[in-house]
């Protein structure tokens, strides 16, 4: 495999990355993420997008809200294994 070795970023170099180096294990919409911010994201290219997704069993609140951010890195602080289910632990049993 060829290393890319290019300097800017474009939404084809990223995507071809993407295709060439990673397991295509679920349906990718093709948009390279550079920037988020509030409900918006914006490609390589510069193009907005309204992020109306969320990940896996969490609530899409935005980027870069300093409420949830302070409470993200407060959490950090404290504890960084984030799944419960896997092995339980005393600041989740606290809660």
């Excluded at 060439?20 to 920037?35: A, F, G, M, S, T």
Aim: net charge negative.
């Amino acid at each position: 495999m060829a290393r890319h070795t290019e300097t800017t970023t474009t939404n084809d170099r990223i995507t071809g990355q993407y295709d060439e180096y990673l397991l295509p294990i679920w349906k990718d919409l093709h948009v390279p993420l550079q920037r988020p911010s509030d409900c918006t994201l914006e490609d390589c290219e510069g193009t907005e997008y309204l992020d109306l997704f969320s990940g896996i069993a969490v609530t899409n609140v935005g980027h870069g809200d300093d409420a949830v951010v302070g409470a993200a890195k407060a959490r950090l602080d404290e504890f960084v294994h984030g799944c419960p289910s896997v092995r339980p632990h005393e600041p989740e049993a606290d809660r």
